[in-house]
């Protein structure tokens, strides 16, 4: 109203192929066909209108005048658009500092609104090759915001994440910065917001519209890798290697998790009748308890478990049944170091608490997983430089011995995955250690080597080929039983759309896809040591490996309430699916309610 000349419209039909046409009274026409979302937006033509306004302004006032004017054309013909990005500073488990984002969205159409919020993890132990983070807090939050800027800028609807990520790869190319916090804190949140808009779970919105190539065909969903003893960096005590994991198998994902509550009691009690530290009913942080939640036994070390054999025959008639499949004269004999010992008392504690200890996956068993880390296990010079030999039980062992060790547990226990098992830069130690492994049925899982990108796979795969262990197609042969550990803050973006290196970054979702395509043959995706608070509730990292159905979730111990709400999530997604599917009664789905309670 403010300015002389006539206003076109213009017609926009979304679709695939694009081609510009006048119709009748001159009106320009922007076809894309096919239509997937049939509807017809119409939005002012720029170009008229901004002429016929120009007169009235100077040339710098004009062209701020139509930058925002362009602006507003973007964000009014897009259907669902951000409108609100907000994000602070939040603290994690061992109070560190991260950011949380919370996105919320608006469908131009029907009105509805849909909010989402994603709080970026961080690592106690980290990869060297993992993707680039800000350092700050205040340089966070500023990426985070130029993000959004630039989004609202180029017109980019919420739901399309493929574009969002493309952006923010494009901005980098243009010099800009951005952390990992800031790229995976944005699109992760928008994720959620897109779902809620939509009325369903993140998992069910990736499924569906993100990655409907990836989801699991029989409705598979992850099994539990809970963390019940932890050592190396994530507690101050004398295990070398930093996680001691059980595999619960229930006849549901609740009865899973009470399956390991189960057992993490009775191992709290093996611990305490052996006069270890250790309290089955301390599920509190930085007490009794390591980083993840399980037993971090301080007083474990080479010259107390001396002290356990030799008074053994004392510890056993004070303790009653509680050690009933805790064989200490064997282990005494054998003289047993504190690693194989924690794995015996697993081992022990399963089977007090009425469950199989085998690698049979049958509904009733319990089987061991294992993360070295060994990164953290490394000796160093005074020059800073690995001297390839490891820390273990107070001595010096090499590549060779490491694996020789872990071998020999696998033949005695249900050892089912050994994860980091060598130095990330070891490649020639990896080999080898794939190739002793072949036939044993354990999985070795890379997690440093790899830090879910693509192109470390492709570094991967290029050393096994020098060995003879790819088939004629370039895939892993069977035989070499290997497993890769998504984390998606090693990554930075849920999805980028890009699914080969040379055409753009991979995300995420793309990782899994190229790792499965070239015989990886399982999927582990892991929670990081410092996650967001319960207050926080932020376990969108169960319907992200929901959504492809992951073979693993890594996701620490369930007495601990910050990684509890991984486990609640995924039996909220198992009686959601059953709810569609048919697969749990409604008596069955009361009785996990009841569980929870």
């Given at each position: 109203?403010?300015?002389?000349?006539?206003?076109?419209?213009?017609?926009?039909?979304?679709?695939?192929?694009?081609?510009?046409?006048?119709?009748?009274?001159?009106?320009?026409?922007?076809?894309?066909?096919?239509?997937?979302?049939?509807?017809?937006?119409?939005?002012?033509?720029?170009?008229?209108?901004?002429?016929?306004?120009?007169?009235?302004?100077?040339?710098?006032?004009?062209?701020?005048?139509?930058?925002?004017?362009?602006?507003?054309?973007?964000t009014e013909?897009?259907?669902?658009?951000?409108?609100?990005?907000e994000?602070?500073?939040?603290?994690?488990?061992?109070?560190k500092?991260?950011?949380?984002?919370?996105?919320?969205?608006?469908?131009?159409?029907?009105?509805?609104?849909?909010?989402?919020?994603y709080?970026?993890?961080?690592?106690?132990?980290?990869?060297?090759?993992?993707r680039?983070?800000?350092?700050?807090?205040?340089?966070?939050?500023?990426?985070?915001?130029?993000?959004?800027q630039?989004?609202?800028?180029?017109?980019?609807?919420?739901?399309d994440?493929?574009?969002?990520?493309?952006?923010m790869?494009k901005?980098e190319?243009?010099?800009?910065?951005?952390?990992?916090?800031?790229?995976?804190?944005?699109?992760?949140?928008?994720?959620q917001?897109?779902?809620?808009?939509?009325?369903k779970?993140?998992?069910?919105?990736?499924r569906e519209d993100?990655?409907?190539?990836?989801a699991?065909?029989?409705?598979?969903?992850?099994?539990?890798?809970?963390?019940?003893?932890?050592?190396?960096?994530?507690?101050?005590n004398?295990?070398?290697?930093?996680e001691?994991?059980?595999?619960?198998?229930?006849?549901?994902?609740?009865?899973?998790?009470?399956?390991?509550?189960?057992v993490?009691?009775?191992?709290?009690e093996?611990?305490?009748?052996?006069g270890?530290?250790?309290d089955?009913?301390?599920h509190?942080?930085?007490?009794l308890?390591?980083?993840?939640?399980?037993?971090?036994?301080?007083?474990?070390?080479?010259?107390?478990?001396?002290?356990?054999?030799?008074?053994?025959?004392?510890?056993?008639?004070?303790?009653?049944?509680?050690?009933?499949?805790?064989?200490?004269?064997?282990?005494?004999?054998?003289?047993?170091?504190?690693h194989?010992?924690?794995?015996?008392?697993?081992?022990a504690?399963?089977l007090?608490?009425?469950?199989?200890?085998?690698?049979?996956?049958?509904?009733?068993?319990?089987?061991?997983?294992?993360?070295?880390?060994?990164n953290?296990?490394?000796?160093?010079?005074?020059?800073?430089?690995?001297?390839?030999?490891?820390?273990?039980?107070?001595?010096q062992?090499?590549?060779?011995e490491?694996?020789?060790?872990?071998?020999?547990?696998s033949?005695?226990?249900?050892?089912?995955?050994?994860?980091?098992?060598?130095?990330?830069?070891?490649?020639?130690?990896?080999?080898?250690?794939?190739?002793?492994?072949?036939?044993?049925?354990?999985?070795?899982i890379?997690?440093?080597?790899?830090?879910?990108?693509?192109?470390?796979?492709?570094?991967?795969?290029?050393?096994?080929?020098?060995?003879?262990?790819?088939?004629?197609?370039?895939?892993?042969?069977p035989?070499?039983?290997i497993?890769?550990?998504?984390?998606?803050?090693?990554?930075?973006?849920?999805?980028?759309?890009?699914?080969d290196?040379?055409?753009?970054y991979?995300?995420?979702?793309?990782?899994?896809?190229?790792?499965?395509k070239?015989?990886?043959?399982?999927?582990?995706?892991?929670?990081?040591?410092?996650?967001?608070?319960?207050?926080?509730?932020?376990?969108?990292?169960?319907?992200?490996?929901?959504?492809?159905?992951?073979?693993?979730?890594?996701?620490?111990d369930?007495?601990?309430?910050?990684?509890?709400?991984?486990?609640?999530?995924l039996?909220?997604?198992?009686?959601?699916?059953?709810?569609?599917?048919?697969?749990?009664?409604?008596?069955?789905?009361?009785?996990?309610?009841?569980?929870?309670?």
């Amino acid at each position: 109203s403010k300015f002389p000349g006539s206003v076109p419209n213009v017609k926009v039909v979304i679709g695939e192929k694009t081609e510009l046409q006048k119709d009748e009274r001159g009106r320009y026409i922007l076809k894309i066909s096919p239509v997937p979302d049939p509807q017809l937006i119409s939005f002012v033509l720029t170009e008229q209108f901004l002429q016929s306004a120009r007169p009235t302004m100077g040339r710098e006032q004009f062209k701020r005048f139509r930058e925002q004017f362009e602006d507003g054309l973007r964000t009014e013909y897009v259907k669902l658009r951000v409108v609100k990005v907000e994000r602070e500073v939040v603290k994690t488990i061992g109070d560190k500092d991260t950011i949380r984002v919370d996105i919320e969205v608006t469908d131009s159409q029907t009105g509805r609104i849909g909010q989402g919020h994603y709080v970026v993890p961080a690592g106690t132990s980290a990869g060297a090759f993992e993707r680039p983070v800000a350092k700050t807090m205040e340089e966070i939050k500023a990426q985070i915001d130029l993000i959004h800027q630039r989004i609202i800028k180029e017109g980019i609807a919420a739901d399309d994440l493929v574009a969002v990520a493309q952006l923010m790869l494009k901005m980098e190319k243009e010099g800009v910065f951005l952390g990992a916090q800031a790229t995976l804190g944005y699109q992760m949140a928008l994720a959620q917001a897109v779902a809620d808009s939509k009325g369903k779970g993140l998992y069910q919105f990736i499924r569906e519209d993100l990655a409907p190539d990836l989801a699991p065909k029989n409705g598979f969903l992850p099994v539990p890798h809970s963390n019940i003893t932890n050592g190396g960096e994530h507690a101050t005590n004398s295990l070398d290697m930093q996680e001691f994991m059980v595999e619960a198998y229930g006849a549901s994902k609740a009865e899973s998790r009470q399956m390991t509550l189960n057992v993490d009691r009775k191992l709290g009690e093996i611990y305490q009748a052996l006069g270890l530290a250790a309290d089955p009913d301390d599920h509190g942080i930085g007490g009794l308890r390591g980083l993840e939640g399980g037993y971090k036994i301080e007083n474990l070390t080479t010259e107390k478990l001396g002290q356990i054999y030799a008074n053994r025959k004392e510890i056993k008639q004070a303790a009653g049944d509680i050690l009933n499949n805790l064989d200490l004269d064997r282990l005494a004999q054998n003289n047993v170091g504190v690693h194989r010992f924690v794995l015996e008392a697993m081992g022990a504690a399963i089977l007090s608490a009425g469950y199989k200890f085998d690698k049979s996956r049958e509904i009733g068993s319990v089987a061991i997983a294992l993360d070295l880390a060994s990164n953290e296990m490394r000796i160093f010079d005074k020059k800073d430089k690995w001297t390839g030999y490891y820390h273990y039980e107070g001595r010096q062992i090499t590549s060779k011995e490491l694996t020789k060790i872990l071998l020999e547990w696998s033949k005695d226990l249900p050892i089912l995955s050994i994860e980091d098992g060598q130095h990330e830069q070891a490649w020639d130690a990896w080999l080898d250690m794939v190739e002793t492994f072949a036939g044993t049925g354990v999985t070795m899982i890379l997690d440093d080597p790899l830090v879910t990108q693509a192109g470390r796979i492709d570094l991967f795969l290029a050393k096994m080929k020098n060995l003879g262990m790819l088939d004629e197609t370039g895939k892993i042969k069977p035989q070499y039983k290997i497993g890769i550990l998504i984390k998606l803050n090693q990554n930075g973006f849920l999805t980028t759309g890009f699914n080969d290196t040379k055409d753009g970054y991979m995300g995420t979702l793309e990782v899994v896809r190229y790792a499965r395509k070239v015989g990886f043959q399982v999927i582990d995706v892991s929670h990081r040591s410092k996650e967001a608070l319960p207050k926080d509730e932020n376990p969108h990292l169960v319907d992200v490996a929901a959504a492809f159905g992951a073979d693993n979730l890594k996701i620490g111990d369930p007495v601990q309430g910050t990684r509890d709400v991984f486990y609640k999530r995924l039996v909220e997604i198992e009686q959601a699916d059953a709810a569609m599917t048919g697969g749990l009664g409604s008596e069955t789905i009361e009785v996990l309610t009841v569980m929870f309670a």
